[in-house]
T-cell receptor, first 110, second 114 residues
């Protein structure tokens, strides 16, 4: 089983819709969870992180964490074409390093 | 701050040649990470430094790869000899203290080994 799994996509949503990106992880000891966005040909950039079970909101973005199910998700409300990118889920297992999933490509059509 | 600076941005070389990738982290950041990204394997951690000291190099694929951080403002990743399977985008990232996982990535170095 891979440590961090994401559906590669692409996930296609129309402009204005809610995009839901999902991630599962294998290590129950994982402590913190990160979402990075990567535009084509660019480097990853941090969107947000979450440590505790439940929801964390930042503008149009909401991260959701369920440690019992080993599941973390990112919701993007009012999706815009500029949100089209690959979204990388990353997990910290208690050290100073992150393990990344391969990412989900999101396509937002006008 | 200019962010994390990597060079070269693109490198095309022939199999067997030595490749050196360079990174300047953000001033004041005490962690530096080297990642490699390919379509097949995604983003993989190769090695990371804390206060210029290599902490974990278990991701370095083999002895052909080496990394150094002679001071707080400079790091190199060297591949000698290079092979076609080393073709990838190599990212350097830096971070600070308790926010070690809040990475700022450089623009990346795209390596093609023919």
């Amino acid at each position: 089983q891979k440590e961090v799994e994401q559906n590669s996509g692409p996930l296609s949503v129309p402009e204005g819709a809610i995009a839901s990106l999902n991630c599962t992880y294998s290590d129950r000891g994982s402590q913190s969870f990160f979402w990075y966005r990567q535009y084509s040909g660019k480097s990853p950039e941090l969107i947000m992180f979450i440590y505790s079970n439940g929801d964390k909101e930042d503008g149009r973005f909401t991260a959701q964490l369920n440690k019992a199910s080993q599941y973390v998700s990112l919701l993007i409300r009012d999706s815009q074409p500029s949100d089209s990118a690959t979204y990388l889920c990353a997990v910290n297992r208690g050290y100073s390093t992150l393990t990344f999933g391969k990412g989900t490509m999101l396509l937002v059509s006008p | 701050d200019a962010g994390v600076i990597q060079s070269p941005r693109h490198e095309v070389t022939e199999m067997g040649q030595e490749v050196t990738l360079r990174c300047k982290p953000i001033s004041g950041h005490d962690y530096l990470f080297w990642y490699r990204q390919t379509m097949m394997r995604g983003l993989e951690l190769l090695i990371y430094f804390n206060n210029n000291v290599p902490i974990d190099d278990s991701g370095m694929p083999e002895d052909r790869f080496s990394a150094k951080m002679p001071n707080a403002s400079f790091s190199t990743l060297k591949i000698q000899p290079s092979e076609p399977r080393d073709s990838a985008v190599y990212f350097c990232a830096s971070s600070y203290g308790s926010g070690a996982n809040v990475l700022t990535f450089g623009a990346g170095s795209r390596l093609t080994v023919l």
